[in-house]
């Protein structure tokens, strides 16, 4: 067991933490399992909350471009005041919900090139609170998330990396301040005409939310991006032929131009129904500077709070 000192808020001789979670993979919707392991440190403190974060490596645009940092996307207080004794040894155990909408990191063992999920751990003594410890997450897609992806592969798309961004997807009943994107290239029959398409999942406890949004290459109907949307049960999901599904999308693409696609008739093309803010007639995300697509992540703290150094970009 490694315990990190507490340096930074804190200072010399201020009492250590280690976080150890239960298991290493989690799902959305499902519990987070761990302990806070304590180390009393050269004088008594008094301990006013140990907090634990949810974070993600994403990006957000603001008016000099795109910043790349640490966002917070869920937090969750497991322990309040109480005091712990110089060179004391406690445990506090916790079990936390991960939010449905939280990212994938992981696909049947493989990490998703791109992707940085952890788990902070915040320790608030006498008014000073030290992000001291940082654990590494890795979060497996649910078997409806799973369905669609195996789909993508079985059709013929090439992986290319994933990543979250800060915002808020357009027309969709979203709950966290992220959402991600897992970015695939298209078969050859599609490659001439795409060039690539990336996933976003929102999911909830009933149903899932999938949006496919394609890179157009130039040509008969332009270039640009086209949207499609499918809102399903997590049943319904399971049962779908989504090869098959996202085949008829791409064909459309080149037959129409884009849009009116989808299993909801929610869809869109060249601003109508999209759900990102950052491409040209894109829609646009909640927000358009850094103070408002960043402030709203996590209520009270400001924009170096969320992005810091653990980076070193933006």
């Given amino acids: 067991m490694v315990f990190k000192r507490m340096l930074g808020a804190l200072g010399v001789g201020a009492p250590s933490v280690d976080t150890v979670l239960a298991g290493s993979r989690v799902q959305p919707g499902g519990p987070l399992r761990g302990e806070v392991c304590l180390k009393g440190g050269d004088f008594d403190a008094a301990i006013e909350h140990i907090t634990l974060g949810l974070v993600a490596r994403a990006e957000a645009e603001h008016a000099e471009g795109e910043m790349t940092g640490l966002a917070e996307f869920a937090r969750f ?7 712990l004794r110089k060179g004391e040894d406690k445990v506090v155990g916790f079990e936390v919900p991960v939010p449905w909408e939280t990212p994938i990191s ?8 791109g992707m940085a999920l952890g788990v902070r751990t915040e320790l608030a ?11 590494m997450l890795a979060v497996e897609p649910l078997p409806s998330q799973l369905e669609v992806l195996r789909a993508f592969l079985r059709a013929g798309f090439h992986f290319k990396s994933a990543d979250v961004e800060a915002g808020r997807l357009y027309g969709v009943a979203q709950q966290l301040p992220v959402f991600q994107e897992i970015e695939f290239y298209p078969p050859g029959h599609h490659a001439g005409r795409i060039n690539e398409v990336e996933l976003t999942f929102v999911a909830g406890p009933a149903d899932l939310v999938i949006i496919l949004e394609a890179d157009k290459r130039a040509g008969r109907y ?11 049960s997590h049943a319904e999901a399971m049962g779908m032929n989504w090869s098959a599904e996202i085949d008829r999308w791409l064909d459309s693409l080149s037959q129409y131009g884009g849009g009116h696609y989808g299993h909801d008739a929610h869809y869109g093309h060249d601003g109508h129904h999209a759900h990102r803010g950052h491409g040209a007639g894109m829609g646009t995300v909640v927000a358009a ?5 960043v402030g709203g992540l996590v209520a009270g703290e400001i924009i170096e709070d969320i992005f810091e150094g653990e980076d070193d970009e933006g």
């Fill in 289 to 293: 500077g850094a103070a408002g697509v």
């Fill in 222 to 232: 332009g270039s640009g991006d086209a949207i499609g949307r499918w809102q399903v």
């Fill in 125 to 135: 003594i006498a008014k000073a609170i030290d992000k001291g410890d940082l654990d």
């Fill in 106 to 113: 992981e696909v049947e063992g493989q990490p998703l090139t």
């Fill in 77 to 83: 207080e497991v322990s309040g005041p109480f005091t």
